[in-house]
C-alpha cells in the first residue's frame, strides 16, 4: 500500500496531521494534538508537560511515583518511538523493506506507549471527576458489593 507523504499506518489505521483529531474524545485529551503532532511529519516527538503538579493526586498517587511514571517511564517511550522513527525513515531512503518490517513491533509499543500515557495524564484530575453519571451508575453497587465481599 502506497501512503501519502504525512499519512502514517497506526494500529491499521490510516492517522494523517489532519486525522489526528479523531483522537480528540475529550475537552481534556485536546491537549493531545500537541504531543501526537508527529504523528503527521517528521518532528520529533516530546514528552508533553503534566497539567498538574507531581503531587497533586496525593493521597491517592504519590508526587515519587508520578515523577518516575512521567520522567523514566513514559519518557522511555517517547525516545524510544523517536529511535525507531529514524531508523524506519533510514530504511525507507534505503528502501530497505526488511528493516522496515523489523521495525514494526517498535514503532508500536512505543509509539502505543506514548499515546496510551498522553492520554492517561489528562484523565487524572487533582479535583477528581465526581460521581459517575449515567450508564456507569451501573457499576456503582456491583463494586460496592465486590468490595465488601472481599472484607469479609
Known amino acids: 500500500?502506497?501512503?501519502?507523504?504525512?499519512?502514517?499506518?497506526?494500529?491499521?489505521?490510516?492517522?494523517?496531521?489532519?486525522?489526528?483529531?479523531?483522537?480528540?474524545?475529550?475537552?481534556?485529551?485536546?491537549?493531545?494534538?500537541?504531543?501526537?503532532?508527529?504523528?503527521?511529519?517528521?518532528?520529533?516527538?516530546?514528552?508533553?508537560?503534566?497539567?498538574?503538579?507531581?503531587?497533586?493526586l496525593e493521597p491517592y498517587i504519590n508526587a515519587q511515583i508520578m515523577q518516575l511514571h512521567h520522567n523514566k517511564?513514559?519518557?522511555?517511550?517517547?525516545?524510544?518511538?523517536?529511535?525507531a522513527e529514524e531508523k524506519y525513515k533510514e530504511a525507507l531512503a534505503k528502501d530497505d523493506v526488511t528493516?522496515?518490517?523489523?521495525?514494526?513491533?517498535?514503532l508500536k509499543f512505543n509509539g502505543g506507549g506514548h499515546i496510551n500515557h498522553s492520554i492517561f495524564w489528562t484523565n487524572l484530575s487533582p479535583n477528581g471527576g465526581g460521581e459517575p453519571k449515567g450508564r456507569y451508575t451501573l457499576m456503582h453497587p456491583f463494586l460496592h458489593f465486590v468490595h465488601n465481599r472481599n472484607n469479609c
Not at 517511564?73 to 529511535?83: G, S
Request: glycine letters at 6%.
Open 1 to 56: 500500500m502506497s501512503l501519502k507523504p504525512g499519512t502514517h499506518a497506526l494500529r491499521g489505521l490510516l492517522v494523517s496531521s489532519e486525522s489526528v483529531c479523531v483522537l480528540c474524545l475529550s475537552s481534556t485529551s485536546r491537549k493531545l494534538v500537541p504531543a501526537l503532532g508527529a504523528l503527521g511529519s517528521r518532528q520529533k516527538h516530546s514528552l508533553p508537560d503534566l497539567p498538574y503538579d507531581y503531587g497533586a
Open 73 to 83: 517511564h513514559h519518557a522511555a517511550y517517547v525516545n524510544n518511538l523517536n529511535i
Open 99 to 106: 528493516t522496515q518490517i523489523a521495525l514494526q513491533p517498535a
